[in-house]
Nanobody
Framework: QVQLVESGGGLVQPGGSLRLACAAS????????MGWFRQAPGKEREFVAA????????YYADSVKGRFTILRLNAESTLYLQMNSLKSEDTAVYYC??????????????????WGQGTQVTVSS
């Protein structure tokens, strides 16, 4: 199993940037495809971005494409989400998640068995 802890959330003005981090512990981090999801108030949790085990492929929701970047440092067992040009509609609790070892990456949250506790991102002036 893998344990996940997010950090880096906070309050930022529209147009600003934040970098979220997700520290993993447990099994070998590089064995897990990883993803970021978010849940805004009153809305269902939605896919944001995903990355393959070695970081060679990434996939983004249309709403964040060109503004967000997912990356991972396997040597540090850490996943990142660099968020630029933030908008008020990006306000949400952001979660990192891991798929099972040896699987492909996915944008479907029901295919991720491991989740962090979430970190709040608020975009407001």
């Amino acid at each position: 199993q893998v344990q996940l802890v997010e950090s880096g959330g906070g309050l930022v003005q529209p147009g600003g940037s934040l970098r979220l981090a997700c520290a993993a512990s447990g099994q070998t981090f590089s064995s897990y495809p990883m993803g970021w999801f978010r849940q805004a108030p009153g809305k269902e949790r939605e896919f944001v971005a995903a990355i393959t085990r070695l970081g060679r492929q990434t996939y983004y929701a249309d709403s964040v494409k060109g503004r967000f970047t997912i990356l991972r440092l396997n040597a540090e067992s850490t996943l990142y989400l660099q968020m630029n040009s933030l908008k008020s509609e990006d306000t949400a609790v952001y979660y990192c998640a891991a798929r099972a070892m040896g699987t492909a990456f996915s944008n479907k949250q029901d295919q991720y068995p491991y989740w962090g506790q979430g970190t709040q991102v608020t975009v407001s002036s």
